[in-house]
């Protein structure tokens, strides 16, 4: 059974730091694209940042700087390094990957149709 099951959540001052973990298991393939997406009560869900197959790396503006995506070469795991917190990064983190035909590979969870998706990780930045 495919599963992805993040971790390393937890609360922290605003400018602390936090690092997220993603592990997939059942997978026969190595997927495409995968990602980190977040959601806010009453918001909706929001792309963070993705790894693409040719290894290129797309982050939301508003994290840029701040967070640094990373995985090991199978993408067995996938880490979500996050520095310099604000309150407004306080949210539900989720991991997803894409199915194996999946072309593209941006930041709209719209566009992840095909994708399997984390039960999701809590990050609670106090100011």
């Known amino acids: 059974e495919v599963q992805l099951v993040e971790s390393g959540g937890g609360s922290v001052a605003a400018g602390g730091s936090l690092r997220l973990s993603c592990t997939a298991s059942g997978y026969t393939y190595i997927s495409p694209c995968m990602g980190w997406f977040r959601q806010a009560p009453g918001a909706e869900r929001a792309g963070v940042g993705v790894?693409?197959?040719?290894?290129?790396?797309g982050y939301a503006d508003s994290v840029k700087g701040r967070f640094t995506i990373s995985s090991d070469n199978a993408r067995n795991n996938l880490y979500l390094e996050m520095n310099d917190l604000k309150p407004e990064d306080s949210a539900t983190y989720y991991c997803?990957?894409?199915?194996?035909?999946?072309?593209?590979?941006?930041?709209?969870?719209?566009?992840?149709?095909?994708?399997?998706w984390g039960q999701g990780t809590q990050v609670t930045v106090s100011s």
């Open positions: 997803a990957a894409e199915g194996p035909y999946a072309s593209i590979c941006e930041l709209n969870w719209l566009d992840w149709s095909g994708a399997r």
């Open positions: 790894v693409r197959k040719d290894g290129t790396i």
